[in-house]
C-alpha cells in the first residue's frame, strides 16, 4: 500500500481517525458479506452435487431406452421417426441475484408428446424420448446450480480479498499514521510546556533580582 502523507496537524488526526472507524465499519460489513457467500457456496455446493447425480441417473436412463429402442427398431427407423417428433421441453433464460451477484437460471419444464404418426415404431421410442426430455430438465437445473455456484465462488473470493486488504494492510497503515501524529504532537505539546517553564523560571528569577 502507499505510504499515508499527513502533516501532523490536530485536524488531519480527527480526520484520519474518523476514517479509520469508517473503513473499520466496512470492514465488519465486508466479513459479513463473506460469511454470508461462503454459507451460499456450501449450499450451492450440495445442490451442485445432488443435480448432478439426477442428472447422470436421468441421461443414464435415456440412454439405456435409446439402446432398447435402436435393438428394436433400427437407427433407420429411429431416424425417420424423429423427424417429425416436437419439442418436448421448454426453457427460458432468466437473471436471478443472490447477496448482489447476478447469474442466469434456466427455467425448465415437459412438454406432453404429440403422437409421432409412424407406423413400425415401438413403446421404447417413447420411452426414450421422454427419458431425454427429463434428462435435458435436469441438465438444465445443474446449469443454473454451476452458474450461480460459479458467480457466487468468484465474489466470495474478491470479498475474502478486500477482508484481507482492510484487516492486514489499510487499516493498520492508517494507524500506524495515526500513532505517529498523535505521538509527534505529544512531543510538541511537552516542548512547548518546557519553554514555558523555562519563560516563567526567567521571569520569576527576574522579579527576584528586582
Same mark, same amino acid.
Request: hydrophobic content about 40%.
Given at each position: 500500500?502507499?505510504?499515508l502523507?499527513t502533516a501532523?496537524t490536530?485536524?488531519?488526526l &480527527?480526520?484520519?481517525?474518523k476514517?479509520v472507524r469508517f473503513?473499520?465499519?466496512g470492514? !465488519?460489513?465486508?466479513?459479513?458479506k463473506?460469511e ?7 449450499q450451492h455446493?450440495k ?6 447425480q /439426477?442428472?447422470? @441417473? #436421468?441421461l ?6 435409446? /439402446?432398447?429402442?435402436?435393438l $428394436? ?5 429411429? @431416424?425417420q421417426?424423429t423427424l417429425?417428433?416436437?419439442p ?5 433464460? &432468466?437473471p ?13 419444464s &415437459? ?9 413400425g415404431?415401438d413403446?421404447?421410442?417413447d =420411452?426414450a424420448q421422454? +427419458?431425454?426430455?427429463?434428462a435435458?430438465v435436469r441438465l438444465? #437445473?445443474?446449469?443454473t446450480?454451476e452458474m450461480a455456484?460459479? $458467480?457466487l465462488?468468484s #465474489?466470495?473470493?474478491?470479498?475474502q480479498?478486500?477482508v484481507? @486488504?482492510?484487516k492486514?494492510?489499510i487499516?493498520?497503515a492508517?494507524? $500506524?499514521v495515526i500513532?505517529?501524529?498523535? #505521538?509527534? &504532537? =505529544?512531543e =510538541? =505539546? ?12 526567567? !521571569?520569576?528569577?527576574k522579579? !527576584?533580582? +528586582?
Amino acid at each position: 500500500m502507499r505510504r499515508l502523507r499527513t502533516a501532523p496537524t490536530k485536524s488531519a488526526l &480527527l480526520n484520519l481517525r474518523k476514517q479509520v472507524r469508517f473503513l473499520e465499519d466496512g470492514h !465488519a460489513l465486508l466479513e459479513r458479506k463473506r460469511e454470508l457467500l461462503t454459507r451460499l457456496v456450501y449450499q450451492h455446493i450440495k445442490a451442485y452435487q445432488e443435480k448432478k447425480q /439426477s442428472a447422470h @441417473a #436421468e441421461l443414464r436412463k435415456a440412454y439405456r431406452w435409446l /439402446s432398447i429402442a435402436q435393438l $428394436r427398431m433400427g437407427d433407420r427407423v429411429i @431416424a425417420q421417426a424423429t423427424l417429425g417428433a416436437t419439442p418436448s421441453t421448454s426453457m427460458k433464460v &432468466l437473471p436471478r441475484r443472490a447477496l448482489g451477484v447476478q447469474y442466469p437460471s434456466v427455467d425448465a419444464s &415437459l412438454i406432453a408428446p404429440k403422437p409421432v404418426g409412424l407406423l413400425g415404431t415401438d413403446p421404447s421410442f417413447d =420411452e426414450a424420448q421422454h +427419458a431425454f426430455a427429463e434428462a435435458a430438465v435436469r441438465l438444465a #437445473e445443474l446449469a443454473t446450480v454451476e452458474m450461480a455456484l460459479y $458467480r457466487l465462488i468468484s #465474489e466470495q473470493r474478491k470479498a475474502q480479498k478486500r477482508v484481507n @486488504a482492510l484487516k492486514y494492510n489499510i487499516i493498520p497503515a492508517y494507524r $500506524r499514521v495515526i500513532k505517529q501524529i498523535a #505521538e509527534a &504532537l =505529544e512531543e =510538541e =505539546e511537552r516542548g512547548t510546556l518546557f519553554q514555558i517553564k523555562r519563560l516563567r523560571e526567567a !521571569a520569576a528569577r527576574k522579579q !527576584a533580582r +528586582a
